[in-house]
């Protein structure tokens, strides 16, 4: 299961991310926004790291203006490792390396085309379990 959600500046791009999963047969969770009126990105990166952290969805799609408020947002919450990417390396990279369960992205900095390659990526590329990013996981995790 996919959890997604955005702010206000995300509303547009999230129903084309909306409309690849169903394509694909993605189940998923929209954990809001719905609307373009004004609201606050930290309460739906939370409700969707919160959904991660509590093993009701496996991997999360935020979307907010630029990517990184969100985001920020989502790597406070313990055991999170929210990714902003705009391009489909890095989105690959983080998966293979630091097995992100979340990707951040800025609907005002990309368009759709690209955001749907981006999270077709992220969802299908596996986590190494090479012993170096395991390692540098662990790492990032200690207080």
């Known amino acids: 299961?996919?959890?997604?959600?955005?702010?206000?500046?995300?509303?547009?791009?999230?129903?084309?991310?909306?409309?690849?999963?169903?394509?694909?047969?993605?189940e998923y969770k929209d954990y809001g926004t719905y609307t373009s009126d004004s609201c606050d990105y930290p309460v739906y990166a939370k409700k969707v790291a919160h959904a991660i952290i509590d093993g009701e969805c496996e991997k999360g799609i935020?979307?907010?203006?630029?990517?990184?408020?969100?985001?920020?947002?989502?790597?406070?919450?313990?055991g999170i490792r929210a990714a902003l990417c705009h391009d489909v390396f890095s989105a690959q990279a983080t998966r293979e390396?630091?097995?992100a369960?979340?990707?951040?992205?800025?609907?005002?900095?990309?368009?759709?085309?690209?955001?749907?390659?981006?999270?077709?990526t992220f969802l299908n590329t596996?986590?190494?379990n090479d012993e170096r990013h395991v390692n540098r996981i662990r790492q990032m995790e200690e207080d």
Do not use: W
């Open 126 to 128: 596996e986590f190494s």
């Open 62 to 78: 935020l979307i907010c203006g630029t990517g990184i408020g969100i985001g920020i947002t989502a790597n406070k919450i313990k």
């Open 97 to 99: 390396h630091n097995d």
């Open 1 to 26: 299961m996919i959890a997604i959600g955005c702010d206000h500046g995300g509303v547009e791009l999230k129903k084309e991310i909306i409309k690849y999963l169903e394509e694909q047969g993605y």
């Open 101 to 120: 369960n979340i990707v951040t992205l800025g609907a005002r900095v990309i368009g759709p085309g690209l955001a749907v390659k981006i999270v077709d």
